[in-house]
């Protein structure tokens, strides 16, 4: 995008340059949910996994001010409301 700013905005290519985050998002969360994965490896996909979710959560948020088909925008509606799920199960646990 870099490379033709125009396509910057583009509610389209956003929306699946965020899927295939949310997609490295939830591979994230079943490696760290893996009990063969060492401790490290854990703390380093779900923080990978909260980056990526932030990143993808920009460019549906940008996609969503940009788009003017109405499918398309439910579809991104509902991509936010996915994201908003697996933010939810990737959150850090509060300490007691």
């Not at 290519?13 to 490295?24: F, G, V």
């Not at 003017?68 to 959150?91: G, V």
């Amino acid at each position: 995008m870099l490379k033709y700013p125009n396509l910057a905005h583009n509610s389209t290519l956003l929306e699946k340059r965020s899927t295939a985050k949310i997609d490295m998002a939830e591979k994230c969360i079943n490696t760290s949910r893996d009990y063969k994965s060492k401790p490290k490896i854990k703390a380093r996909v779900w923080e990978m996994c909260r980056e990526l979710l932030e990143e993808a959560e920009r460019d549906l948020n940008v996609a969503l001010e940009n788009t003017e088909n109405p499918n398309e925008n439910f579809f991104i509606e509902k991509d936010i409301n996915f994201l908003n799920d697996l933010k939810q199960t990737s959150r850090k646990p509060s300490n007691r």
